[in-house]
């Protein structure tokens, strides 16, 4: 009720206001403009806000401990056979980011209490994104030194992944033991792609910064290497490749879509915090062969394409939603005018479902996977365009974001995924990103400078962390470079 009535005040506000600007002139229009907008970016602020509680409470109702919230079945799921608390170390940034206290004391409870020795395989990419990210983000809040024993506990156990000839680690490690498995445990192909080979720079460096200790950044680094150094002779990496032999397999593909994309990501964000001039030379290097060989301007729109390795030739014109992204990157590394192009074409397919595509065939305008789980990536690349432009267009462009996932997402329990973005059938299932970053993008996108986007860094799931935090200087000798 509260809430109605909060927002027929907005909206009786920005109605006097207008009727106001028309009557007077000169300065007087600027100010009213800024209240209008001020009011309600105010109240979009707040309704995600609510939104984020109401849907964190669904959770604790029905999947309290649980990895995953399934709000059609008012259910739950788990990764494993056993649960890592994916969602609530996933959710305990954009808790405190929203100022939600009470909510992220209750995870930082739980996270205390969890105990790693559990004899699981588990995948090494997303726990380090998910609960390494969430594990040092929630230290950075408390700076509680039994926060950080259990991140380093946690990457300690997640390290012997990394003990190969190659220093690539394996697809999944066990926490008990440290044995190395492959996609279904132990055994089978330690085949992984280029994202699950070498997105660690951003946690293990942090953790090599807290703990002085720099043998996590280095088998971080030695993994980064090992798949730059693999580079075609045109200066591609592939998209698979086999930890032990150091052979790619299956294609000679290369994008930087999914499979690939954070591999790029914290080569950049890795050196915004630690600088590290061996990285920033891989991402110059890398920047330029994307810009070279990936980038394909079709029917006036800019999409970053499936090539071959070898040749550079286009292989095949298809996109997925997590590609979305590369905006972001390109803009926060100083290419404003690809990132505002890249946005505009990610923008187009949004409009054409009013949500995006898992993939999609952009030179036959074929849907080829339906799905979406309200990915943030598209979101995350708007807020970053309109931080570093200040254009009025890419907050207009998560408003509608956020419009169409209440439309076609917003559920009596909390939110739901998307089987068919052509049909909007609903999946039952809320991933453990909607609270970390999709909700996150959301509220720091309409928040008005209580949010200092110049001093923080997000890793790959939107886990916070701020830039003067970190010393340069430290950072060279902890992490040994
Ligand atoms: C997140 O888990 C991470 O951002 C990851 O790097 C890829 N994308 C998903 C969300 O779409």
Redesign the pocket.
């Known amino acids: 009720m509260m809430k109605i009535i909060f927002t027929l005040l907005v909206l009786i506000v920005m109605v006097s206001c207008r009727t106001d600007k028309k009557r007077d002139g000169g300065t007087e229009k600027i100010t009213e403009g800024v209240q209008e907008k001020d009011s309600l970016l105010l109240a979009l602020q707040d309704e995600v806000k609510a939104e984020t509680l109401r849907a964190w409470n669904d959770y604790k109702k029905y999947a309290w401990g649980h990895d995953v919230l399934l709000p059609l079945s008012k259910n739950h799921f788990d990764w494993y056979k056993e649960s890592l608390g994916i969602s609530p170390i996933d959710a305990y940034s954009t808790l405190k980011v929203m100022g939600l206290h009470a909510e992220a004391k209750e995870i930082e409870d739980y996270a205390l209490a969890m105990d790693w020795d559990k004899d699981l395989y588990v995948q090494t990419f ?1 726990v380090n ?2 609960i390494l990210g969430g594990l040092l983000s929630m230290y950075h809040y408390t700076k509680h030194d039994a926060i950080l024993d259990k991140a380093r506990d946690f990457g300690d156990r997640i390290l012997p992944a990394f003990q190969t000839p190659t220093g690539i680690p394996t697809h999944s490690v066990n926490l008990k033991t440290g044995k190395q498995g492959g996609n279904h445990g132990e055994g089978d192909g330690y085949v992984v792609n280029v ?1 699950q080979a070498a ?1 660690y720079l951003f946690e293990f460096g942090i953790l090599s910064y807290y703990t002085k200790d720099a043998k996590y950044y280095r088998a971080a680094k030695k993994a980064t290497k090992a798949i730059f150094e693999r580079k075609s002779e045109i200066g591609l990496p592939g998209e698979l490749i086999n930890v032990y032999t150091g052979k790619w397999e299956g294609t000679r593909w290369h994008h930087l879509q ?1 499979g690939v ?2 591999y790029y ?1 914290y080569m950049y964000k890795s050196w915004m915090i630690f600088p590290d001039p061996e990285i920033k030379a891989i991402w110059d290097y890398s920047k330029s062969k994307i810009d070279q060989y990936l980038l394909d301007v079709y029917k006036g729109h800019h999409f970053y394409t499936i090539v071959d390795m070898d040749t550079g030739a286009v292989l095949k014109r298809s996109v997925s ?2 590609d979305a ?1 590369f905006p972001a990157v390109q803009a926060i590394a100083g290419d404003i005018e690809a990132a505002e192009k890249n946005q505009k074409t990610w923008n187009w397919i949004w409009n054409k479902f009013e949500m995006l595509p898992t993939r999609y065939k952009y030179d036959e305008d074929i849907v080829e996977y339906a799905n979406m ?1 309200i ?3 598209i979101i995350e690349s708007a807020y970053y365009l309109h931080q570093i432009t200040n254009k009025d267009l890419y907050l207009d462009m998560v408003k509608k974001y956020w419009f169409d996932i209440k439309k076609h997402c917003k559920n009596d329990v909390a939110f739901n995924s998307i089987k068919d973005v052509r049909t909007k059938e609903k999946k039952d299932y809320l ?1 453990t ?1 909607f609270f970390a ?1 999709t909700m996150k993008y959301l509220y720091i996108a309409f928040s008005q400078g209580d949010f200092d986007f110049n001093d923080h860094v997000f890793n ?3 886990h916070t962390f701020k830039k003067s935090d970190f010393d340069p200087a430290k950072a060279k000798v902890y992490l040994g470079y």
């Open positions: 997303e994104i998910r994202a997105t999914a994309d954070a990501e939603l997590y992204f789980e990915n943030p990536e991933a990103f970053e790959t799931e939107a």
